[in-house]
């Protein structure tokens, strides 16, 4: 057995140097869909989570094109080891369709970001990139009650980020996508909770306190700006939720012309707490 | 900016305290099929391999019922940055038909353990589990040339050690399986190539040399013998195909009455090489 024994202990020592991450056949899984995925950040938070918790677990990135994302999606959720989802851009919309039940705020915009397995094998939805959008701002000394917002974008994340702002006191919103059909209908779902604040339009309110890039513009070198900063208030904050590059052309210009900026990487890492509720990680 | 650039160094500890296991966007995904996952020694040996060429890719458990195996696998290979899978029970025949591409191997036995998707988005099967079963004999100072080998179990791993064996010179093999026309078709199989040397048998060949599990019976605690050790020659050895236990209750009797043994794990070891020139790992 003296060959069985050296490997073994081979793989204990593999085990070890990996802190954490080793990965063994007793390992569950969790996946962050999307398409690109090479800019997501959440493998490196939640598995330091995981790491610090004890939990023997693994989130790895999924990169799944729209077209092959129902297919894709309905294989995966085979998979018996597989515990979650987390979504980002573009399907966290898509995805609303593969949960059995969804939380408040995904049922009211249509979108989640995180799907979990129950224990009887039926799959919650839920979006928390609107109160991890929010908490960033708190923590950032930004305050939300009582403000202005301009939103631009109504996809999965901004329909999150929507919401999650009035329902903390914002005193108005308008939202702007590059389909007015779009923008439209979301103000509309907003106005029958909150009566009255949100609004679609053609371009930021000028009087607006903060103006959101919630596009993937930003993302890939070369984007155009998602919105003309010309025109915009004085003392006004440029909010990008994109987070690689961390310091998108949107934010280097808004900084260069004097507005305050907000970067994106706070709306993930408000969340993981919010993800370790939801996924019930001791 | 601030917070944005704290929580990158946070990111950059993180991957920098998992040693080359640090899951970013970038990573490429390997998966492990199989029902049960939780003994597969995979995931330990190859995420060390990765580690130690610098390979952004990760190894992953993926456990699938047979009954659900082709959705899952379709719905898998859509995973645009999933480059391969390795393959265990009971999966080694039923993959055979997701592979666009057969190697030899696979081929003539039916079974693959392996499968890689090409640059043209076609997949390519093949078998290692017997070139690794007899490389670990033959590392271990166990001739297989001019010896009579009795398989117990044509599944998926035994039907490639059977081909292996014969390719590298046994005198002779006797094939038991609980299901006597699985292993006439698989001796009829092997007689294509290797006429006269392959048989179906009831049991264990009593003059066998050496006595090989490749069946299930000892992955779980209270399995019963896969054969009973009666009968055989002194002198002759037992081996088992099974990783975890590293000493299953059938090595562990048969070494009490004398017999030689042989450990599971050396098969998956030398299929480690196999799997690095397969897979393309530079």
């Not at 989802?85 to 919309?93: C, G, R």
């Amino acid at each position: 057995m003296e060959t069985t024994l050296r490997a073994a202990d081979d793989a204990d020592r593999c085990r070890g140097a990996t802190s954490g991450l080793g990965i063994s056949g007793r390992t569950r899984l969790f996946a962050v869909l999307g398409a690109p995925v090479a800019q997501v950040m959440a493998p490196a938070m939640m598995n330091r989570l995981f790491a610090e918790h004890g939990v023997d677990a693994v989130l790895v990135p999924v990169e799944v094109s729209p077209g092959d994302l129902d297919a894709a999606v309905d294989g995966m959720k085979r998979i018996g080891n597989l515990d979650g989802f987390l979504v980002t851009v573009p399907h966290k919309l898509a995805l609303c369709r593969h949960a059995d039940h969804l939380g408040d705020a995904a049922r009211l915009i249509g979108s989640v970001n995180a799907m979990r397995r129950e224990a009887d094998g039926s799959w919650s939805g839920d979006n928390f990139d609107g109160e991890g959008f929010v908490r960033g701002l708190l923590g950032a000394d930004r305050p939300v009650a009582g403000k202005r917002f301009s939103l631009i974008g109504a996809g999965g994340a901004g329909v999150s980020i929507a919401a999650a702002v009035l329902q903390a006191g914002a005193a108005g919103l308008a939202i702007v996508d590059i389909d007015p059909s779009r923008a439209e209908a979301l103000a509309a779902r907003l106005d029958t909770r909150w009566p009255g604040l949100a609004r679609a339009a053609a371009g930021p309110d000028p009087a607006s306190d903060m103006v959101v890039n919630a596009t993937p513009l930003g993302l890939r070198d070369g984007d155009p700006l998602p919105f003309a900063l010309d025109g915009l208030r004085p003392g006004a904050t440029i909010a990008d939720i994109i987070m690689k590059p961390a310091e998108t052309r949107l934010l280097r210009e808004a900084a260069a012309r004097g507005f305050g900026t907000h970067p994106g990487l706070p709306m993930l890492s408000e969340q993981i707490p919010l993800y370790r509720e939801f996924f019930r990680i001791p």
